[in-house]
């Protein structure tokens, strides 16, 4: 058997080898995709009745003629200095153009207020180190946690944004994720959490389609509610509890997004991997077949030369 | 006796979702009693124990801090964590406890958020211990 015989086997047992870490990281995403959808659903039940608190609150009385910094919260500034961006990106690679979606949204953002007046916070390494070399303003970077099942990861970046914003650091907060459709579509978005907007809601797309929302009862006009201790104090600290939750959710659907376009992309690689060691099955056996027929010339050449 | 809708909620799961007589919650300004058709009210709840009452039968919980909305006879409580005092790993409170006390004692070292939020997470454990032992005696 000759040098090519050899060399075409090697190849032909690393490309199956790759393709079972492919195939094993494709099945890993996928159930971590699962779980990840499941926590989605189950926080969205917080997530609507927080709001729905809030809201009857607003609705209930006119109350903005105060000077209290809770209104902030919900007044349009008059004028943007500074902004504040928190971006969800995976930790590690190997998933398809997940990040690179991301930092796309990001970047016009940034180019269009200028490096200094953006403040970024990723969570997520490769965030930190695909904007850095941008050379955006990093504030913070933690690390994601891929199998969040509590909000305990996000909750130091929840309560930053909160303070800066209430102590007039900045003056808009957006954050920046993967919308999960399903295990085929995920959209990169950006959004704003302060102040709150009627679109602030993460995970409710602008068709509106994808998480029917449980309709809150609307408040009659006249309803007064008792505050225990007062109206500002309360809406202060939904304020901090609706960004926590916010945030928890945009990480629930970043996580789902990445696993689910870590397992396409995984898929993608185990089937060209297969494609690949098909060929170079055939390219072997041809290899082989090669040496055989060249063996049998040479031995019947050297016969004939004998007799 | 008349009851109300209560559902009890934390942002990983929806703790409870059922009726009550009699809902006792410590809120900032101290312990309220929540009956049927109470008056809409809005309050900041403190960690601490949360007790459900219904047909004779006394349900204690723990719960970290939170919302607590009365309207048309339903009682919503947003809280941050909530586990029923059967659930409470008293060995695994204590010793986190301990830890935090240490971590703590540190201050100089520590930023103001980092500090709070740690504050936080002992207060939490504490209650946790106060109430575990006053219902497992």
Known sequence: MGANTKEVKQRLVSVKNTRKITKAMELVAASKMRKAVENTLRTRNYHNLAW????????????????????????????????????FTSNRGLAGAFNSNIVKQVIPHIKEH?????????????????????????ALAYQKNDTA????????????????????????VMVAYTDYKNAMTQNAVIKQLYPFTRETQVGIDTNGKKHEQEKNIEAPKNLEYLYEPSKYDLLDYLALRIAQAEVYQALLESNASEHASRMIAMKNASDSARDMADALQLEYNK????????????ISAGATAVS | ???????????????????????????????????????????????????IRLNGKEKPLVVAGGVIEMFENTLVILADTAEHVAEIDLERAEKRARELVEKLKEKSKLDINTYTSLSYMLERDRTRIEVFKKWRK
Do not use: C
């Open chain 1, 52 to 87: 729905g608190i809030m809201d009857r609150i607003l609705s209930s009385q006119l109350w903005f003629n105060t000077n209290s910094p809770v209104k902030r919260f919900f007044e349009e500034p008059k004028e943007v200095q500074h902004t504040t961006v928190i971006v």
């Open chain 1, 114 to 138: 200028g490096k200094e007046a953006v403040e970024i916070i990723t969570i997520g390494a490769k965030g930190a180190s695909m904007l850095s070399s941008f050379g955006a303003t990093i």
């Open chain 1, 149 to 172: 099942a509590d909000d305990s990861s996000i909750r130091q970046a929840a309560e930053h944004v909160y303070h800066a914003f209430r102590n007039k650091k900045t003056d808009r």
């Open chain 1, 287 to 298: 290899a082989r077949q090669a040496a055989i027929t060249q063996e049998i010339a040479e």
């Open chain 2, 1 to 51: 006796m008349r009851t109300l809708n209560l559902k009890l909620i934390t942002p990983a799961r929806t703790v409870l979702e059922e009726e009550a007589e009699e809902v006792v919650a410590n809120t900032r300004d101290g312990q309220i009693t929540i009956l049927a058709h109470h008056a809409p009210l809005v309050s900041i709840l403190k960690p601490g124990e949360l007790l």
